[in-house]
C-alpha cells in the first residue's frame, strides 16, 4: 500500500467474525457495560458502581450482567473492549508508581523549569504542580546528539550504569529516559534503556523516542515520564483484568485467544499488550469512547456537526464534533502536566451527578469540583454519603421518581436527599429546599454552559448551528435547560445514553499514530525527500498493523505534513491525501487555506517551513448494525406509559418557575416516529430524559430522540 493513500474497505456486517462482542467504560462512580450481538442485532446495557479497591470486578460483574441479559456466557464472546478512568485518576490523585528521569549533564530541572505560561496571568498564589519525578529522582550524564542527529559528545555509558546503582538503592519503580535530540538520533537513549533494564531487572525503563520521536524536550520529557509513571499501575490493572476476564470459575471465562481492546486517547483501539506498554495514550480512554460514539450515532441520524455532553457521575465531558469528526489535538494536558500524544479534544468540568454542592466563604453556591463518587455516593444512594449533590437536587425536584432505580436497580432515599439539602445549603441561604435544589441545578448547569461556550463560541463556532448531543447517566436530564441557555435549537438523545461511552468501545478502530521532526524551510524540501522520510514510516506502520493481525483489506493509512509560518510557535496538520509531485508542490496553498480556516487569515506571500510528517495506521474493525425500533405513530401507545409524577421546573426564558405534571414515559417502549410533547419524563434502564415546557421530542428511525428545543 502507498502511504497516504487513503481507501475505505469497510464492506462487510462482521468481517472479522465478531459475533457477540462485550464492552465497558470504568468511570468514578459507575461502570457501564454492554453485550452485543452481531446475528440478532440485540444490545443489552448494565450498570453497577465503580469498585475502587478493584476496578476490573465492577467491570466483569458489569459484564456478566449484560451478557445474562442475553442468556449467554463469558465463554461465547469473541470481543472484548474496555475504556476506562484509571490512567487519569492515577495521574490527578498522584497515585502511579515512583519514577526515576534520566536525562543530559546540566538538564536536571528540565521538568521543574518547564514552560514559562502562567494559566492564570495575575493570580499571585498560583504555584506550578510538582513533577511526577522528583528532583531526588532526577539524574544526568554525559553525552550529547546535535539537532541534525550527528553525536556530538559519545554516551557516558559507565555514568548511566553509576545511576542505575544509585537508582537501584530507592524504591523506584519506572524510570523514564528523554535526551536531546532524540528524535534526530535514538541511539544514546536506546544504549541507555538497554543498560539500565539490565541493572534493574524489576523497574520498568522506557525513553522518549519509543512514545513521542518529536522536539520539544520539555512536552517530550514530560510525556515519558508520565509514561512511566503510568505503566507500575496500569501493569498491575490491566494485568488483573485480564486475569479475570479470563477466570472460568469468578470470573468471566473469556477464551484466551479472544482480542482485548482498550480505548485510547485518540478515539482509537490498541491492544492490551500495547496498551500496558504505552499507558500515557489511556489517558482520557473512556471519554473518549463516548465521543467516537456520539459521531457515529448522529451521522446514522444525518447530523454532523455536533456538540457532546458526557455528564457522569464526577465529571462533564464536552467536545466539538464538526462534519462526524472528532477534533484530535496534540497540545492536551492532564492534571497541568502537558502531554504531547494525539487526544481528542475534551473540555473537562467537574460538574457531574455525584458534584457536591456547598458554601463558599463569600456565601455563594458552588456545585463542584469535589465528587461523592460512588463510594460514599450522594446523600440519596443509602451508602454513608451525607453531603447533598446534583443527584440529591434532582431527586428533591421530581426528575428522579422515588421509585427509580438508576442502573436498574439501585433505589434512591428522597428524605436523605431532603435532609442533606437542607442542612447544608437551605438553611445557610434562608432558602426552601425546593428553592435549594433548584439552585442546585442551575448552577450546575450554568458550569457546562460555560464548558461549551469554551469549545464553541470561544473558538468562533455559533452554538446556534450545532445540535447538542447530552449523554452519560445525568446527560439528558440536563440538556434541554443547557441547550436553551445557548440557543442551541435541537437535542439528540442516543439510545441508551448512559452506557454510550462502552459503545464507543464497538464502533472505534485500531489506530496507530506516528510522527517525526523534520524541521526546515518548505523550500528546502523536494518532493523525493518527502517520499525519502516517509517511505519508512509507511513501512513501519504495515509493520505495526501486521503485528496486531490487521489483514490488507481492512487497513486504512493516512499522512500529513504539520507546516507554520516560519517565525510562528506551533504548526498545523496539512493531510496528504496522495503522495505524488502535484500534491506535494499544493502543500503550502493548502496550508494557507487551512490557517484561514482556523484564524481567519492567511500570509500567502510568507514563507512556510515544515516541522514533521505524521502518519496514522488504522485497523477497521465492522461497526456494529444496532436494531432499529418498530416503527409507530405520533403519540405512544398506553403501554409505553408508566404513570405521571409532579416535576418542578426552574425559571427558564421569563417563564415562571413551578410544579407540574408530566407524564413519565418508558424508553425502550416507543417506536419510530412516536413524538411526546414536553413537559415529560423518558425512562430507561441507563439514564432518564426531562423535556422542558414547550420542547417536542420525536424518535427516528435510529432510536434517537430528537429533541426541538421550546423557545
Known amino acids: 500500500m502507498k502511504p497516504g493513500i487513503v481507501t475505505d474497505p469497510r464492506h462487510s456486517i462482521d468481517g472479522l467474525g465478531f459475533r457477540l462482542r462485550v464492552a465497558s467504560d470504568v468511570g468514578g462512580t459507575f461502570t457501564d457495560s454492554l453485550a452485543y450481538d452481531s446475528v440478532t442485532r440485540t444490545v443489552t446495557v448494565a450498570k453497577v458502581p465503580t ?9 466483569v460483574e458489569g459484564l456478566k450482567r449484560a451478557l445474562a441479559l442475553q442468556k449467554r456466557t463469558g465463554a461465547e464472546v469473541d470481543y472484548v473492549g474496555h475504556g476506562m478512568t484509571t490512567a487519569t485518576n492515577a495521574v490527578i490523585q498522584r497515585k502511579g508508581g515512583r519514577t526515576a528521569f534520566v536525562t543530559n549533564e ?10 514559562q505560561d502562567r494559566p492564570s496571568l495575575y493570580d499571585l498564589t498560583q504555584v506550578r504542580p510538582d513533577p511526577l519525578a522528583a528532583r531526588a529522582d532526577s539524574y544526568t550524564v554525559a553525552g550529547r546528539i546535535g539537532a541534525d542527529g550527528r553525536e556530538i559528545t559519545p554516551l557516558d555509558e559507565p555514568g548511566v550504569a553509576a545511576i542505575a546503582a544509585q537508582i537501584r538503592r530507592t524504591d523506584v519503580l519506572a524510570v523514564a529516559i528523554c535526551f536531546l535530540h532524540a528524535y534526530a538520533n535514538p541511539e544514546h537513549e536506546r544504549r541507555a534503556k538497554a543498560i539500565l533494564s539490565a541493572a534493574l531487572p524489576t523497574v520498568v525503563v522506557c525513553c ?9 524536550e520539555y512536552e517530550r520529557a514530560s510525556t515519558v515520564v508520565l509514561n512511566a509513571y503510568l505503566m507500575p499501575v496500569m501493569d498491575n490493572y490491566l494485568g488483573s483484568l485480564v486475569a479475570l476476564l479470563s477466570d472460568p470459575e469468578t470470573g468471566l471465562g473469556l477464551r484466551s485467544d479472544r482480542p482485548v481492546m482498550v480505548m485510547e486517547a485518540s478515539g482509537g483501539l490498541m491492544t492490551v499488550d500495547t496498551a500496558r506498554a504505552k499507558p500515557v495514550h489511556t489517558v482520557l480512554s473512556g471519554p473518549a469512547g463516548g465521543v467516537v460514539a456520539s459521531a457515529h450515532v448522529a451521522a446514522l441520524s444525518g447530523i454532523r456537526d455536533i456538540v457532546t455532553m458526557d455528564m457522569g457521575g464526577t465529571s462533564t465531558d464536552i467536545s466539538l464534533i464538526l462534519d462526524a469528526k472528532p477534533q484530535v489535538t496534540r497540545q492536551a494536558s492532564l492534571a497541568r502536566i502537558p502531554v504531547r500524544i494525539p487526544v481528542i479534544d475534551i ?7 455525584g458534584s457536591i454542592a456547598w458554601i463558599d466563604d463569600g456565601g455563594a453556591l458552588r456545585v463542584g469540583p469535589i465528587s461523592a463518587e460512588a463510594v460514599p455516593g450522594p446523600a440519596c444512594y443509602r451508602r454513608g454519603g451525607t453531603r447533598p449533590t446534583v443527584t440529591d437536587a434532582n431527586l428533591v425536584l421530581g426528575r428522579f421518581g422515588e421509585d427509580t432505580k438508576l442502573g436498574g436497580d439501585l433505589t434512591l432515599d428522597k428524605d436523605a436527599a431532603h435532609c442533606a439539602i437542607e442542612v447544608e445549603v437551605a438553611r445557610p441561604l434562608g432558602l426552601s429546599v425546593v428553592e435549594a435544589a433548584a439552585g442546585i441545578v442551575r448552577v450546575a448547569n450554568a458550569n457546562m454552559v460555560r464548558g461549551i461556550r469554551v469549545v464553541s463560541v470561544e473558538r468562533g463556532h455559533d452554538p446556534r448551528r450545532l445540535t447538542l448531543v447530552p449523554f452519560g447517566g445525568a446527560g439528558p436530564m440536563h440538556g434541554a435547560a443547557v441547550a436553551r441557555e445557548l440557543a442551541i435549537p435541537r437535542i439528540l438523545v442516543p439510545p441508551t445514553p448512559g452506557i454510550l461511552c462502552a459503545l464507543g468501545m464497538l464502533v ?16 528546502d524540501f523536494g518532493f523525493a525527500r518527502g517520499q525519502a522520510i516517509l517511505a519508512p514510516m509507511a513501512a513501519e506502520a504495515r509493520r505495526l498493523l501486521d503485528e496486531d493481525g490487521v489483514p490488507e483489506p481492512r487497513r486504512h493509512v493516512t499522512a500529513r505534513v504539520d507546516m507554520r509560518y516560519i517565525g510562528q510557535s ?12 502535484a500534491t506535494w508542490s499544493s502543500l503550502p496553498e493548502r496550508f494557507h487555506e487551512i490557517h484561514r480556516q482556523r484564524f481567519g487569515h492567511a500570509d500567502t506571500d510568507a514563507p512556510v517551513e515544515i516541522v514533521s510528517f505524521g502518519m496514522t495506521a488504522i485497523g477497521l474493525i465492522d461497526t456494529p448494525q444496532l436494531a432499529q425500533p418498530a416503527k409507530g405513530r405520533g403519540k405512544p401507545t398506553e403501554a409505553a406509559r408508566l404513570g405521571s409524577r409532579k416535576v ?7 417563564a415562571a418557575a413551578g410544579w407540574l405534571d408530566c407524564p413519565v414515559w418508558q424508553r425502550e417502549a416507543l417506536l419510530a416516529g412516536n413524538v411526546i410533547q414536553g413537559p415529560a419524563v423518558l425512562e430507561e434502564v441507563s439514564a432518564t430524559t426531562v423535556l422542558y415546557p414547550a420542547d417536542v421530542a420525536r424518535v427516528d428511525a435510529q432510536g434517537s430522540l430528537i429533541v426541538e428545543v421550546g423557545k
Open 106 to 115: 546540566g538538564f536536571r530541572d528540565l521538568l521543574s523549569i518547564g514552560r
Open 347 to 353: 473540555n473537562a468540568i467537574g460538574a457531574g451527578g
Open 208 to 216: 522518549s523516542t519509543e512514545i513521542l520521536s518529536e522536539f520539544r
Open 51 to 59: 469498585t475502587p479497591q478493584n476496578r476490573a470486578i465492577g467491570t
Open 570 to 581: 506551533y504548526e498545523l496538520a496539512v493531510p496528504l491525501d496522495l503522495i505524488d509531485a
Open 508 to 523: 472505534s478502530d485500531l489506530r496507530h499514530d506516528l510522527i517525526e521532526t523534520h524541521l526546515g524551510p518548505y523550500a
Open 648 to 654: 418542578y421546573f426552574e425559571s427558564l426564558s421569563g
